[in-house]
T-cell receptor, first 114, second 111 residues
Framework: NAGVTQTPKFQVLKTGQSMTLQCAQDMNHNSMYWYRQDPGMGLRLIYYSASEGTTDKGEVPNGYNVSRLNKREFSLRLESAAPSQTSVYFC?????????????FGPGTRLTVL | GDSVTQMEGPVTLSEEAFLTINCTYTATGYPSLFWYVQYPGEGLQLLLKATKADDKGSNKGFEATYRKETTSFHLEKGSVQVSDSAVYFCALANRDDKIIFGKGTRLHILP
């Protein structure tokens, strides 16, 4: 099993450009998440999806959109990138809402917006 | 709302020293508690967890005990190694489908 995969690993954008970060998991998990990680801020939830066809806002959703394309894939889109979106982005998945279940993380995408 | 507070770093220790990273939480009900570790350039991975009061989670020489009376879940290791250098996150999960993370503690182990 590959677990959670993310593409690309690195990306540099200019202000105003758009891009989509891709995430896929092969563990048949229902729940998927997008986080951003900034120095001194820990992990902040951007959006999450409890199941295929549903998405909900997290703590910092402004400037982002998501698509739960199917059970495996959950993409994050930046429509008009801003320097404040420079960060490391992590996708994660979890088998379901049971609080005992752990989240599994991808390797991250390091995004720089100039 | 639910929250997690952990000691700020960085924490710098010599190899074979004793490690404690403090974590306290605020939550209603009976959350599950986790420690995740992030090695340089990687995503987070689960280190250990505990799902009810007085449970002890353990893995790779690390331990943490779920203390409901003090709302704490401190991470300990008796003898750290250089390879333990990483960022450690305390986290909790409650009734909904989300995990709440602390801000992380960076650990440096000197040879």
């Amino acid at each position: 099993n590959a677990g959670v995969t993310q593409t690309p690993k690195f990306q540099v954008l200019k202000t105003g450009q758009s891009m989509t970060l891709q995430c896929a998991q092969d563990m048949n998990h229902n729940s998927m998440y997008w986080y951003r990680q900034d120095p001194g801020m820990g992990l902040r939830l951007i959006y999450y999806s409890a199941s295929e066809g549903t998405t909900d806002k997290g703590e910092v959703p402004n400037g982002y959109n998501v698509s739960r394309l199917n059970k495996r894939e959950f993409s994050l889109r930046l429509e008009s990138a801003a320097p404040s979106q420079t960060s490391v982005y992590f996708c994660a998945s979890k088998s379901g809402p049971n609080p005992y279940n752990e989240q599994f993380f991808g390797p991250g995408t390091r995004l720089t917006v100039l | 709302g639910d929250s997690v507070t952990q000691m700020e770093g960085p924490v710098t220790l010599s190899e074979e020293a004793f490690l404690t990273i403090n974590c306290t939480y605020t939550a209603t009900g009976y959350p599950s508690l986790f420690w995740y570790v992030q090695y340089p350039g990687e995503g987070l991975q689960l280190l250990l967890k505990a799902t009810k009061a007085d449970d002890k989670g353990s893995n790779k020489g690390f331990e943490a005990t779920y203390r409901k009376e003090t709302t704490s879940f401190h991470l300990e290791k008796g003898s750290v190694q250089v390879s333990d250098s990483a960022v450690y996150f305390c986290a909790l999960a409650n009734r909904d489908d989300k995990i709440i993370f602390g801000k992380g503690t960076r650990l440096h182990i000197l040879p």
